[in-house]
């Protein structure tokens, strides 16, 4: 089953070119977006509320649905991204030593990004070990209040 292309579409109304210069064109200046007329097309439109089919400019651009405005992300400057990267540094890669240590078991993939991070952004003497264990020393500590009331469930 195949289905041909109709290649040679005439241009809409709105679409064609004129010698308008650019103080004789005009454009609406608040948040409206612009909706295809259907003029072309002897179909009624599926949510088409006149019989007519009418293009107006009230039905050619409709108000743009207002969604929440998020507030606007400020840029972060290299010597905030070198503090953080200290602070990180500090509180995740240092060299520490294991006194008693266990032996954990991770996905090899896991291993990998761990083992690569310990291995360019830490000191030197950052190993994998002591990234877990840091990290995992923050986790219980931020969680410790929920994790007493989930004990008592």
Same mark, same amino acid.
């Given at each position: 089953?195949?289905t @041909?292309?109709?290649?040679?579409t %005439?241009a809409? @109304?709105?679409? +064609? *070119?004129?010698d =308008?210069?650019?103080? !004789?064109?005009s454009? %609406?200046?608040?948040n @409206?977006?612009? $909706?295809?007329?259907n003029s072309?097309?002897?179909?009624?439109?599926?949510?088409s #509320?006149?019989?007519?089919?009418s293009?107006? =400019?009230?039905t050619l651009?409709?108000? +743009?649905?207002?969604s929440?405005?998020?507030p606007?992300q400020?840029? $972060? /400057?290299?010597?905030?991204?070198?503090?953080?990267? =200290?602070e990180?540094k500090?509180?995740?890669?240092? %060299?520490t030593?294991? #006194?008693?240590?266990?032996?954990?078991?991770?996905?090899?993939? #896991?291993w990998e !990004?761990l083992?690569r991070i310990?291995?360019i *952004?830490?000191?030197?003497?950052?190993?994998v /070990?002591?990234? $877990?264990?840091? #990290? *995992?020393?923050?986790?219980?500590n931020f969680y410790?209040d929920? $994790? +007493?009331?989930w004990?008592k *469930?």
């Amino acid at each position: 089953m195949t289905t @041909k292309k109709n290649i040679s579409t %005439p241009a809409s @109304k709105s679409t +064609e *070119l004129t010698d =308008a210069t650019a103080t !004789q064109v005009s454009t %609406p200046k608040n948040n @409206k977006i612009m $909706i295809t007329d259907n003029s072309n097309n002897p179909n009624l439109a599926v949510n088409s #509320v006149n019989a007519d089919n009418s293009t107006t =400019a009230d039905t050619l651009f409709a108000e +743009e649905t207002a969604s929440p405005t998020q507030p606007k992300q400020q840029r $972060i /400057g290299k010597q905030q991204r070198k503090s953080d990267f =200290a602070e990180f540094k500090a509180t995740y890669l240092t %060299p520490t030593k294991l #006194v008693k240590r266990h032996p954990v078991n991770i996905e090899e993939e #896991v291993w990998e !990004q761990l083992e690569r991070i310990a291995r360019i *952004l830490g000191d030197r003497g950052a190993n994998v /070990g002591s990234y $877990i264990n840091a #990290v *995992l020393a923050e986790h219980l500590n931020f969680y410790a209040d929920d $994790i +007493e009331i989930w004990r008592k *469930l």
